[in-house]
C-alpha cells in the first residue's frame, strides 16, 4: 500500500532540473508533497486533489494523474536550497488520517 | 516559539520502560497525529486525532497508545520500550481535509531504547 518513489537518490548541479516520481497501487483522491531537510522536520509543499485542485508553493509544480495513480513533482532550476529528502504521501479518500507515505527521495544540489 | 512542540527533544531508556512522549500546539488545530520514522522507511502513522473524543489507531500503532488532554495536546506513549521502537517521533497537526490536509510538523523527538 505504501506508495512507490522514483528515483530513490538524485544528484544535481545547481540550475539542472529534477522530477520525482509517486506511485500508487490503488485509486488516490490526494497526493501530498513534502520536503525534509537533514535533522528538521517536513515541511509541506503541495497538496493535488482528484478532481484537479491544487494547493502549495508558488516555485514548485506537480502533477497528479487521476487514472494512473501517479503524480511527478517537478524542481526546476534547482537551488542549493532544494536540497532534502522528499516525500510523497497519498490517500484514498479525504480522510487525511489514511495519507501513507513513500520512501522518500533524496536530492543533493551541488553548486 | 514554534507552532507545534515536542518533548523531549532526545530521550534515552532502557527496555521495559513506560515512555512519555508529549505534544501541544498552537495553531488551533483539531487534528492531530503522531508519526514514526526510521531511515529509509518514509513516515509511519501511528495514532491520529481529530478531536477529544476522537482517536484512531494508524498503520502501525501496536505497543503504543496515545492520549488528547485537550484541543491543544497530544501525547503518544510506549508502556513497555522495545529496542525496536528506537526511532525519531513527530507529532502534526492539521486544520482539517481536502485541501487544508497541510500537516505541520513538530521539531520530532529521538528515542533510544538500549
Known amino acids: 500500500q505504501q506508495p512507490v518513489q522514483s528515483p530513490q537518490a538524485v544528484i544535481l548541479r545547481e540550475g539542472e532540473d529534477a522530477v520525482i516520481n509517486c506511485s500508487s497501487s490503488k485509486a488516490l483522491y490526494s497526493v501530498h508533497w513534502y520536503r525534509q531537510k537533514h535533522g528538521e522536520a517536513p515541511v509541506f509543499l503541495m497538496i493535488?486533489?482528484?478532481?484537479?485542485e491544487q494547493k502549495g508553493h508558488d516555485k514548485i509544480s506537480a502533477s497528479f494523474n487521476e487514472k494512473k495513480q501517479q503524480s511527478s513533482l517537478y524542481l526546476t532550476a534547482s537551488q542549493l536550497s532544494y536540497s532534502g529528502t522528499y516525500f510523497c504521501?497519498?490517500?484514498?479518500?479525504?480522510?487525511?488520517?489514511?495519507?501513507?507515505f513513500g520512501q522518500g527521495t533524496t536530492l543533493q544540489v551541488k553548486p | 516559539d514554534a507552532d507545534v512542540t515536542q518533548t523531549p527533544r532526545n530521550r534515552i531508556t532502557k527496555t521495559g520502560k513506560r515512555i512519555m512522549l508529549e505534544c501541544s500546539q498552537t495553531k488551533g488545530h483539531d487534528r492531530m497525529y503522531w508519526y514514526r520514522q526510521d531511515p529509509g522507511l518514509g513516515l509511519q502513522l501511528i495514532y491520529y486525532s481529530f478531536d477529544v473524543k476522537d482517536i484512531n489507531k494508524g498503520e502501525i500503532s501496536d505497543g503504543y497508545s496515545v492520549s488528547r488532554q485537550a484541543q491543544a495536546k497530544f501525547s503518544l506513549s510506549l508502556e513497555s520500550a522495545i529496542p525496536n521502537q528506537t526511532a525519531l517521533y513527530f507529532c502534526?497537526?492539521?486544520?482539517?481535509?481536502?485541501?487544508?490536509?497541510?500537516?505541520?510538523f513538530g521539531e520530532g523527538s529521538r528515542l533510544t531504547v538500549l
Open positions: 493535488l486533489l482528484k478532481g484537479g
Open positions: 502534526a497537526t492539521s486544520l482539517g481535509d481536502r485541501a487544508n490536509g497541510e500537516l505541520f
Open positions: 504521501g497519498t490517500a484514498g479518500s479525504s480522510n487525511t488520517g489514511k495519507l501513507i
